[in-house]
């Protein structure tokens, strides 16, 4: 059994669902959401992506955070405690451990993405848009990705800002991000929609991401619809699991994840509103455009509105805290199990794997230039197979398992009293998906992808 420290307990009721969303709301909903859906073809994809974050998100990340609010420690222990309770092996401690892995890996490659963030940031605060068409911004963007040393920089100095604020103290720092810093965001992004909808192409942008056309359903579509569900919802990682720890007993955890995968949710489909009309817009941008949708479509919103400086400079710095506020989730676990099971100091955990995060992120930075032709396996650079693992296999293995564990192995007493402000119903309602739609979804989805 590992050893449990007796963890922080969040003073407010609602800090969790400030930090949870902090969590949540990151480059997966700006940045990702947006061309994920543009590679995929639009409505069929957004389809299944809403329906995966209901049916599959939003239980397993009840199930995430009461194992975290009754194991009230690392994700690795908490799991332990709840086997321990239900009178199973310790293995099924794994799942907190696998969990743990995929916030490594995943923290390796966001890091870098963040940091193209900070650069941007710099080009807005000199100015540096105005004007631009669709063909400049996709130079300036080639131009960045050709730089690794540009790029290292950036990724270094966000790795180390993440360590400030784990080692300073995860729950001061994040409160003030959440509270002030996400609604500002939200408020730049409608700003943005506005934007969209006064100088875009916003009815082509709007069918292209809500009308359904069944052709563009497949396999493989499904697959990344349902890795970036778990991803955007920051599930299988252990970061909710950690979060959900120093939830206060009285709060209700349905009511709570409900309100956070809402949010999560809401951000996403409003930045890809804001994009997709701009893009249609815009001679030399399609939606397919791959990673660098956000970078190429909105400098050319920023670089052609009134003020489009100002709000230019303030959406960068706003995505890149809201990056910030979800490497710092992705990096707690880490941290926190390395401390608690091993005794390691927390500034040398910190650090420790924040530096082999770094370490790992520079095969992220070389796959977007010197080893963009390196691809050691399937045809994925450095960058394309971790970004493929996590997302398309450890998310959805490490959810299958956290589902088949809290559904079909753990002691239903326990859980209800976890859970006890849910009403029976809605206990019953959670249980059900759980044990019988998530499994079997999440296997055929994971079967299905790799077949095709
Ligand atoms: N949910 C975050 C996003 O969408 C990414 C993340 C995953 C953060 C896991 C923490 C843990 O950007």
Known sequence: MERIKQHAIWGHKGTFVLAATGSAVGLGNIWKFPY???????GAFVLMYLVFIALIGVPVMIAEVTLGRHGRANPV????????????????????????TTAFLILSYYSVIAGWALDYMSTAIQGGFSGWDGEQASAAFEALQADPWRLMIWQTLFIGMTVLVVAFGVIRGLETAVRVLMPL????????????AVAGEFARGLSFMFSFNPGD????AASVALGHAFFTLSLAMGAIMAYGSYMPGRASIGKMVLTVAFLDTLVALVAGLAMFPIVFATPGLSPSEGPGLMFVSLPVAFGNMPVGVLFGAAFFILVTLAAWSSTISLLEPCVAYLTERFGWRRLSANVVIAGSAWLLGIGSVLSFNLWKEVKPLLGLTVFGLLDSATQQVMLPLGGLAMAVFVGWIAKREVLRRELRQESDGQFALWLLLLKYVCPPALLLILAGSFWA
Not at 87 to 95: D, E
Not at 185 to 196: D, G, K, S
């Open 36 to 42: 994920i859906t543009g590679e995929n073809g639009g």
């Open 77 to 100: 222990a908490s799991v332990q405690k709840m086997a321990q309770q239900s009178r199973v092996s310790l293995g099924w401690g794994a799942i907190g451990w696998l969990g743990v």
């Open 185 to 196: 965001l939200f408020l730049l992004l409608l700003l943005l929609l506005m934007y969209a």
């Open 217 to 220: 359903l497949s396999w493989e």
